[in-house]
């Protein structure tokens, strides 16, 4: 795992620390599944064979009881709950223990919240927008889901393995993609999405990073010193702007 910590000023992210993490450090794994930040700033990472938790130096393991090790997505609300993919299941934990267990028809693949404050689940066939009384919004997936990224209802892409980017857009939701060849992108199998603060989306591929501006513009390593052109399996971003991306 590649630890980065970049500046944006005037369309550029000059490199200033770069570090990797391994099994040395005490992750279970060096085949990264997801990462994801909890809201007191500590770095969870699922693997192949298990959870982690990383305090600034080492990595140690998190028990989560379930028989599959193999984590699909990690997520937290705002009550610092975590959740976990592991196979078809959700699973919730309130710090000390599970408190929850939800099944799905596919593979769950990743859990956002946007800025208007509802929740967005992915599966590997299905996206589903959470309501107060069941879903809002149940799409199915064009192509493999493979990863999310929402900012407001008006701003939901979805990576496929494959497949490229695609877009919810429109008031009768239809989906609209962004191909390799047509758009900047780097490839048409995505593994990781995120939308910074100011709405630029950050895109994981397996031939590296890009950022997309939402509007035409693409940034990848070839525009910016620092960004990995590797096969990209996570990302996650701090809030002191530290991004941190894992590799195969």
Request: glycine share 12%; charged share 25%.
């Amino acid at each position: 795992m590649n630890k980065y910590r970049t500046v944006i000023k005037t369309n550029k992210f000059p490199q200033l620390t770069r570090r990797v993490f391994t099994t040395a450090e005490g992750l279970k794994s060096d085949n990264i599944t997801a990462m994801r930040f909890d809201n007191n700033g500590v770095l969870f990472v699922g693997t192949d064979k298990g959870l982690a938790r990383f305090d600034g130096e080492k990595f140690s393991p998190v028990a989560i009881g379930a028989k599959d090790p193999s984590i699909s997505m990690v997520y937290f609300n705002e009550k610092n709950h975590m959740f976990v993919g592991v196979g078809n299941s959700m699973l919730e934990f309130d710090g000390k223990k599970k408190v929850s267990e939800k099944k799905f028809s596919s593979k769950l693949v990743d859990v956002k919240v946007d800025l208007d404050g509802a929740t967005w689940i992915l599966t590997e066939s299905v996206l589903y927008k959470l309501g107060e009384n069941g879903y809002d919004i149940e799409i199915g997936v064009p192509g493999k889901g493979s990863c999310l990224a929402v900012y407001k209802n008006n701003k939901v892409y979805v990576g496929t393995e494959g497949g490229g980017l695609h877009a919810l857009v429109g008031k009768r939701w239809h989906w609209s993609e962004l191909m390799e060849g047509v758009t900047g992108i780097l490839s048409n199998t995505i593994t990781c999405l995120y939308i910074d603060p100011v709405g630029s989306i950050w895109v994981g591929t397996d031939k590296g990073v890009c950022v997309y501006d939402d509007s035409s513009y693409w940034l990848d390593h070839s525009k910016i010193d620092g960004l990995p052109e590797a096969h990209i399996t996570g990302m996650a971003i701090a809030e002191n702007g530290d991004k941190y991306f894992s590799t195969t």
